[in-house]
T-cell receptor
Framework: GEDVEQSLFLSVREGDSSVINCTYT??????LYWYKQEPGAGLQLLTY?????DMKQDQRLTVLLNKKDKHLSLRIADTQTGDSAIYFC????????????FGPGTRLSVLP | KAGVTQTPRYLIKTRGQQVTLSCSPI?????VSWYQQTPGQGLQFLFE???????NKGNFPGRFSGRQFSNSRSEMNVSTLELGDSALYLC?????????????FGEGSRLTVL
């Protein structure tokens, strides 16, 4: 079945950029997402990208998609302590129904 | 606008018991999905309901079941609980059930099986 992989941990210093990487196997993925989970909370959508796009920028967030390598990355500029959370990469093909495949999540720790 | 509401937030059960979890989606959302989150397996898709019909199902045993009511509220049930069922169960709703974007998640129901 489909699989999504991420590194589990990332530590950065406040003010630096963070880059969280993700690889996926489903070549029919149509939409790819980044969700954020803060302690004790559910997941919240940060951004998403269609598979026919290479890049999407939204304020401090930049998403890069390499469809040939099935590689997705999320760059957070000027990382703040409030960005400390778990970041999930997710994909879905354009099937009818909300069957998302999530990665294991990357725990981002921002050091002061 | 109220978010996705899940009840109960925390519960403790013993092996062999059964449990029912409830999810109220955002008003107007007709699709409700359920996910199991554990440290070892991450987020795994359980099932999705749309207009009272199960439209998609993950790879979980038949002990896991769900339903959706006419007001879009959903329940999931786990029978004959096992220790491995201890997890955070997340419900998510979306406006029309199509794969165009955002899932709106609740805070989850944390189930501990002793």
């Amino acid at each position: 079945g489909e699989d999504v992989e991420q590194s589990l941990f990332l530590s950065v210093r406040e003010g630096d950029s963070s880059v969280i990487n993700c690889t996926y196997t489903d070549s029919s993925s149509t939409y790819l997402y980044w969700y954020k989970q803060e302690p004790g909370a559910g997941l919240q959508l940060l951004t998403y990208i269609f598979s026919n796009m290479d890049m999407k920028q939204d304020q401090r967030l930049t998403v890069l998609l390499n469809k040939k390598d099935k590689h997705l990355s999320l760059r957070i500029a000027d990382t703040q302590t409030g960005d400390s959370a778990i970041y999930f990469c997710a994909e879905t093909s354009n099937n009818y129904g909300q069957n998302f495949v999530f990665g294991p999540g990357t725990r981002l720790s921002v050091l002061p | 606008k109220a978010g996705v509401t899940q009840t109960p937030r925390y519960l403790i059960k013993t092996r062999g018991q059964q449990v029912t979890l409830s999810c109220s989606p955002i008003s107007g959302h007709r699709s409700v999905s359920w996910y199991q989150q554990t440290p070892g397996q991450g987020l795994q898709f359980l099932f999705e309901y749309f207009s009272e019909t199960q439209r998609n199902k993950g790879n979980f045993p038949g002990r896991f079941s769900g339903r959706q009511f006419s007001n879009s509220r959903s329940e999931m049930n786990v029978s004959t609980l096992e220790l491995g069922d201890s997890a955070l169960y997340l419900c998510a709703s979306s406006p029309d059930g199509t794969n165009t974007g955002e899932l709106f998640f609740g805070e989850g129901s944390r189930l501990t099986v002793l």
